[in-house]
């Protein structure tokens, strides 16, 4: 079983309500199941079952396993965006960016790594998730752009999102294969970028 996940760590701040608390349980839950059993086994009554709760309860707060997936995507994001946050406060914005992303080490979040790739894997049978996700590239390689400061063209800020999402997927089913290596390497990337980024501004100059 690949290391457990703590859901109740995106809820706003204060005290979760038991509403909260129960969709929380129940996302964990099909959480840990879509990153052993992928999509297709992440069944309600399967989830139910990793929740320790009735399949009925598991529709009363979701109206499905498109729901689910959805929440849970909204879920990664949340998470990434409060560990950038945190780390913002130490470093500039791109490489707080970069850290976050790729936090592959030996601590690394092995469930949410197989679940970007599941959430990704079913985006592409899924129009109405493909849309999503695209949008949330499209999003991304925007911040990664206003994060180096508009240094970096939509190509460069695509080459680091690529860097990421290939990481990703590679943490997904090697994690020791990504552990110390992803975010130096994507570190490199970012400063050869910016120094051909800064190469190409002094030249117009």
Not at 100 to 119: E, H, S
Not at 170 to 181: D, H, Q, S, V, Y
Request: contains cysteine; hydrophobic residues 55%; aromatic residues 6%.
């Amino acid at each position: 079983m690949v290391r457990t996940i703590d859901w109740l760590y995106n809820q706003s701040m204060g005290r979760p309500s038991v509403r909260q608390q129960r969709r929380a349980q129940i996302l964990q839950a099909f959480a840990q199941v879509l990153a052993e059993h992928g999509y297709a086994g992440a069944t309600i009554a399967a989830v139910a079952q990793a929740a320790g709760v009735a399949p009925g309860l598991v529709h009363h707060h979701f109206a499905g396993k498109a729901d689910l997936l959805e929440s849970l995507l909204a879920d990664l994001i949340d998470r990434f965006r409060r560990r950038t946050r945190t780390i913002e406060a130490t470093t500039d914005p791109l490489t707080a960016y970069a850290a976050a992303a790729l936090q592959l080490d030996a601590t690394a979040d092995v469930v949410a790594a197989r679940c970007w790739v599941g959430v990704l894997a079913e985006a592409v049978r899924d129009p109405a998730l493909f849309a999503q996700v695209r949008r949330l590239v499209d999003s991304e390689i925007e911040v990664i752009c206003r994060r180096s400061s508009h240094r970096f063209s939509s190509q460069d800020a695509g080459a680091v999102l690529a860097f990421v999402i290939g990481a990703l997927v590679l943490g997904a089913f090697a994690p020791r294969k990504t552990a110390g290596f992803a975010a130096p390497a994507l570190h490199k990337l970012i400063a050869a970028l910016a120094a051909a980024a800064s190469t190409v501004g002094m030249a117009r100059m």
